[in-house]
């Protein structure tokens, strides 16, 4: 498929076909708000790829805590631009596997994945971990270089998976940055957490600082986000090889 080249998956992988909505309504237990976003803002859903030992010679993987015997690419059709990540949750929780999720609106694209371990309670049931996205991004985005499965591992589906994981996890930092040095997956992840705890603190007390009236209080709080923005920065001040 011409619009996935960057990905250089062989043909042998490629599916093409439409997930219809139906399998979520039925499956994901969705109610009336997730109902109304699956049908105001997904056009169309469709199974690009599936990558299982049937159609490329990679083994699957299995443990006590992961079982990827494939992985998928799986491609959302927008009708406008939100509530991606609650979409992605219910699409990898409805279908139980490592997938590559890619968003598009207009010409762009918008890349999700996540580990996933298997519910222990349930195990017909996977848990998500930490989501990464991507952001808005153009043709000419350096990240799709980064992406050619054929550079990845393909020792299982859970290497290859992480070494996905891993490229789309550096290039997410890589832009918020000072100085440049090289970096792990794992690295980039943890600071992408960081960075997005110390925001939403910073965004919350930034709300209390408008509702607050008393001036000694004002102090407070504008000291509270001076040592967050400090804190944010200290870390930024690493950086990272693309």
Same mark, same amino acid.
């Given at each position: 498929?011409?619009?996935?080249?960057?990905?250089?998956?062989?043909?042998?992988?490629? !599916?093409? $076909?439409?997930?219809?909505? %139906?399998?979520?309504?039925?499956?994901?237990?969705?109610?009336? #708000?997730?109902?109304?976003?699956?049908? &105001?803002?997904? /056009?169309?859903?469709?199974?690009?790829?599936?990558? %299982?030992?049937?159609?490329?010679?990679?083994? $699957?993987?299995? &443990?006590?805590?992961?079982?990827?015997?494939? +992985?998928? +690419?799986? /491609?959302?059709?927008?009708?406008?631009?939100?509530?991606?990540?609650?979409?992605? *949750?219910?699409?990898? #929780?409805?279908?139980?596997?490592?997938?590559?999720?890619?968003? %598009?609106?207009?010409?762009?694209?918008?890349?999700? +994945?996540?580990?996933?371990?298997?519910?222990?309670? &349930?195990?017909?049931?996977?848990?998500?971990?930490?989501?990464?996205?991507?952001?808005?991004?153009?043709?000419?985005?350096?990240?799709?270089?980064?992406?050619?499965?054929? *550079?990845?591992?393909?020792?299982?589906?859970?290497?290859?998976? $992480? @070494?996905?994981?891993?490229?789309?996890?550096?290039?997410? !930092?890589? &832009?918020? +940055?000072?100085?440049?040095?090289?970096?792990?997956?794992?690295?980039?992840?943890?600071?992408?957490?960081?960075?997005?705890?110390? @925001?939403?603190?910073?965004?919350?007390?930034?709300?209390?600082?408008?509702?607050?009236?008393?001036?000694?209080?004002?102090?407070?709080?504008?000291? /509270?986000?001076?040592?967050? *923005?400090?804190?944010?920065?200290?870390?930024?001040?690493?950086?990272? /090889?693309?």
């Amino acid at each position: 498929m011409e619009a996935y080249r960057f990905l250089n998956i062989p043909d042998s992988c490629f !599916v093409g $076909s439409t997930i219809y909505k %139906k399998l979520f309504y039925e499956n994901a237990d969705l109610g009336v #708000r997730d109902k109304a976003i699956f049908t &105001d803002v997904i /056009e169309k859903i469709r199974w690009v790829y599936c990558l %299982k030992p049937e159609t490329i010679n990679i083994p $699957s993987f299995k &443990d006590q805590i992961r079982d990827y015997p494939e +992985v998928e +690419v799986i /491609e959302v059709r927008l009708k406008k631009d939100t509530s991606l990540k609650r979409i992605a *949750e219910i699409i990898m #929780r409805t279908i139980p596997y490592p997938m590559l999720l890619i968003f %598009k609106w207009e010409d762009k694209k918008q890349l999700y +994945v996540a580990h996933q371990k298997i519910n222990q309670n &349930d195990s017909s049931k996977n848990t998500i971990e930490y989501f990464i996205a991507t952001g808005w991004l153009d043709s000419k985005s350096f990240l799709f270089a980064k992406l050619d499965i054929k *550079e990845m591992r393909f020792t299982n589906y859970y290497t290859l998976y $992480s @070494d996905l994981v891993d490229a789309i996890s550096i290039y997410k !930092v890589a &832009d918020i +940055v000072k100085d440049k040095v090289p970096i792990t997956g794992i690295e980039a992840r943890e600071l992408a957490k960081q960075i997005e705890e110390i @925001d939403g603190q910073i965004t919350s007390l930034r709300a209390r600082l408008k509702k607050e009236s008393q001036f000694n209080r004002k102090m407070e709080l504008n000291i /509270e986000i001076k040592k967050l *923005e400090q804190k944010k920065d200290k870390l930024l001040g690493g950086a990272y /090889e693309r």
